[in-house]
């Protein structure tokens, strides 16, 4: 497979970036923190997507989605990050619409993936407990009851958790935390009876939520895949959900790179442009080169994620060790090059290197990843 | 998709290619060549006065040389291969997959033969390029000047004409291997009155010529892989300039992108041993199994992601290529970063190697392998044009960015 676009792709690309730096540029995003929506998001221009196709752009056409791939899911993810548009696209369309496909069975594939597919359900991916990323660690627990579960446990940086019509919770159903064995996934109607969900304003204005379950009541029917052996299912749809976070930041940082290399052609000090000025020149070099190493790797996970969800996670957790911490370089490098301005709310610099901080986080950081491949190569 | 069926008979054409290619390689590369070169003996240059270190490297050699794959990409009636780019890639794959080393090693192959390939006439071809391909001429490159550096395009060595000839006199340093090399590829001003980039040429020589002297130059690793070659009236003939005359600069440059790829390749990715397990076995492993120097073990994990993320940009810049889509200056961000990632390797490896990575002379140490091989790895970045040069390039050719 050659790691370039195809022309298919390349049109899918050019019609995302159309759509999307038309009606959701920057000032789509500083609106919605500026009049504290309720939302987070347009729910409009989420039903424009759907209608092109791109809400179920995984799910398979049986269901009503587009079947296409998750290079393709990168391309409207590359997107969205150019212009930091809050979408439910990533949280619903490609985490929980992948973990319902690989993991669900006819009944619930049939009940979920059609209305994902329409635009018509939100759903998100409850798995952080603590203040980093550790999937293993789950703790919340799910005790047998009747013909169901109960569950009870507290979740963080829960993506959309604000908004989601269904929950898709990691879960400790036997074992201890830090253990392979015993996680399972359960599908919780948000609305459930001892479901409590905070919205939790960030940094970036984008969505998320703290969500505690008390005692929350569900059947035998809600288990996603099989119980106690819900690592493998959640490996798989983490490292598309890493592989789709990879590319947002891609994008983020090529376009924080483009706007801060225009800048450099614009600003004159010392009656030079300051793009004149060898610090800044090798400077700007050495970005340009991280960005392109960077989205190299990140083609090459989504080509992996293509061929076998389950041999990907070398290449995912390169991808998104690189795009970590070459999006903290760009968006560095760009408010230091933009001097004073880059500092005001006014520029949108600023929420370049907002979102970038938080994509940093979420599915792991830099540091877990480049550990998770320490580990793979056994040293 | 309407050409989906052309492109589904090329890829099952492609198929049979690799499946082919791998049942030749099976058969007719020696085990002793599925091993990473370790030693100068170990790499094969050809040459007037070569010879083989071994037995299967010799087989090894002519086997590949006989299919025209030494040179696996160039034209069949030059003594190439006359692969596509998708199947010179297969072939690549399928080498690096038994860890095949190259047949023959050779700045006409790297450098050379892409420059003739473009811009040599027809009788310069038909003489030389069978030539490399065969490994029958060892060619040197003079290019640097004492004073010519970084700032290559001031370079003074002159070629004063007479006659159906040019007479050469000056100086070129860092000429590498130029004590074996049969035949050089020289920049020369032919015109000293032209603007700097605009009075040279491009020309080919015999290093047996009259007034051809050479003195090797001995480098802090120990080993003298470059020279100081001296011209003192070396008359070539005028046919042997590649191109326009004192329009050597065009050729110079092309030959440039083709040496930095090169450079950028030298590192030993993705061959042999991981790293952190080199490592684990000098430093040790911890209750967990784990390198016991979290901090190295850190620096190492690094190396590694950047390393493969390096490796898909390598496979993605053939790619761009091959679709026309390549930046003609990314060579020289691929060499900028190719050239501080190697030595990143040794700077690891020489501290994963602690003491035993210090012996300078003895068996145990193969005449102290690893260190000389460090300390060489510091000219990666400033052959071929120095990582601040190839910065300065990306930044002017690449991003736009302006004056200076």
């Known amino acids: 497979m050659a790691l370039v676009l195809t022309e298919e792709q390349s049109m899918l690309r050019d019609s995302a970036r159309g759509l999307i730096s038309d009606k959701a540029p920057v000032a789509h995003l500083r609106h919605l923190r500026d009049s504290k929506d309720p939302t987070g998001f347009s729910k409009e221009f989420w039903h424009s997507f759907a209608e092109m196709g791109f809400a179920g752009l995984l799910v398979p056409e049986e269901f009503g989605g587009s079947g296409l791939g998750h290079v393709e899911a990168g391309v409207v993810m590359e997107e969205i990050g150019r212009t930091l548009m809050p979408s439910p696209f990533l949280a619903t369309s490609v985490v929980a619409a992948s973990a319902l496909n690989r993991g669900g069975n006819a009944a619930q594939k049939s009940e979920y993936l059609p209305k994902i597919s329409n635009g018509s359900l939100l759903a998100a991916l409850a798995i952080d407990e603590g203040a980093k990323h550790r999937p293993l660690q789950t703790s919340l627990q799910a005790v047998r009851a009747g013909n169901g579960f109960k569950l009870s446990g507290a979740k963080a940086l829960v993506v959309d958790g604000h908004v989601a019509d269904l929950l898709i919770v990691a879960a400790r159903t036997a074992g201890s935390a830090g253990e392979r064995e015993g996680l399972t996934l359960f599908l919780v109607n948000s609305k459930a009876k001892g479901v409590a969900i905070e919205r939790t304003i960030m940094v970036d204005a984008h969505n998320a939520a703290r969500i505690a379950l008390a005692n929350v009541e569900v059947d035998a029917d809600s288990v996603l895949g099989e119980v106690d052996q819900g690592a493998g299912l959640l490996d798989g749809v983490l490292d598309i959900g890493r592989g789709a976070v990879a590319s947002e930041m891609v994008g983020l940082s090529e376009e924080v790179f483009n706007r801060t290399v225009e800048y450099l052609k614009s600003r004159k000090q010392f009656g030079k442009l300051i793009g004149e000025f060898q610090a800044l020149q090798h400077r700007a070099a050495e970005l340009y080169v991280d960005i392109e190493i960077t989205r190299a790797a990140v083609m090459k996970a989504l080509q992996a994620l293509d061929t076998d969800v389950a041999k990907a996670a070398s290449a995912v957790a390169v991808a998104k060790a690189r795009a970590g911490t070459t999006a903290t370089r760009a968006v560095q490098e760009g408010v230091q090059m933009h001097g004073g301005m880059g500092m005001t709310d006014q520029f949108d610099i600023g929420f370049f290197m907002k979102r970038a901080r938080v994509c940093e986080e979420l599915f792991g950081d830099a540091n877990y990843h480049t550990e998770q491949l320490a580990r793979a190569r056994g040293y | ?404």
């Open chain 2, 1 to 404: 998709m309407t050409d989906s069926s052309a492109s589904d008979t090329e890829t099952a054409d492609l198929e049979t290619f690799r499946s082919e290619t791998r049942a030749w390689l099976e058969a007719n590369c020696p085990p002793e060549m599925r091993k990473p070169a370790t030693s100068d003996a170990d790499v094969f240059w050809g040459g007037r006065n070569a010879k083989f270190s071994s037995e299967p490297q010799r087989i090894w050699f002519e086997r590949m040389r006989d299919k025209g794959w030494t040179v696996p990409d160039w034209p069949k009636e030059y003594g190439g291969g006359g692969l596509s780019a998708a199947e010179h890639k297969v072939l690549r794959t399928e080498m690096g997959r038994i860890g095949a080393r190259p047949p023959l090693s050779s700045f006409g192959i790297w450098m050379l033969g892409p420059a003739l390939l473009k811009y040599g006439n027809e009788a310069q071809k038909q003489e030389h390029l069978p030539k490399i391909a065969a490994g029958l001429i060892r060619w040197c490159q003079g290019y640097s000047e004492p004073n010519a550096g970084s700032d290559l395009a001031s370079l003074q060595t002159r070629a004063e004409s007479d006659g159906d000839d040019f007479v050469i006199t000056g100086s070129k340093i860092w000429t590498s291997y130029a004590n074996y090399a049969d035949w050089i590829f020289c920049l020369v001003r032919t015109d000293p009155a032209a603007k700097k980039h605009d009075g040279i040429s491009f020309i080919l020589f015999d290093m047996a010529s009259k007034g051809v002297t050479t003195k090797p130059i001995l480098l802090i690793s120990g080993y003298s892989p470059f020279c100081e070659t001296f011209f003192d009236n070396v008359r070539v003939p005028k046919s042997h300039v590649v191109g326009t005359v004192n329009r050597g600069w065009d050729v110079a440059k092309y030959l440039l992108q083709h040496e930095r790829a090169m450079i950028s390749g030298m590192g030993e990715r993705g061959v042999g041993r991981p790293l952190g397990q080199i490592a684990a076995d000098s430093v040790g492993t911890d209750g967990l199994g784990r390198l016991d120097d979290s901090m190295l073990r850190g620096r190492i994990a690094s190396f590694d992601v950047d390393e493969a993320a390096l490796a898909a940009c390598a496979e993605r810049a053939v790619d761009l290529a091959k679709a026309g889509q390549a930046h003609p200056a990314f060579s020289s961000a691929m060499k900028y970063y190719g050239t501080e990632l190697n030595k990143r390797r040794y700077e690891i490896l020489m501290s994963a190697g602690g003491v035993d990575a210090l012996e300078w002379e003895s068996e145990r140490s193969k005449q102290g392998a690893r260190p000389r091989a460090w300390l060489r790895t510091k000219a990666n970045s400033i052959e071929g044009g120095t990582t601040e040069v190839m910065l300065g390039i990306v930044a002017k050719r690449i991003l736009d960015l302006p004056g200076a």
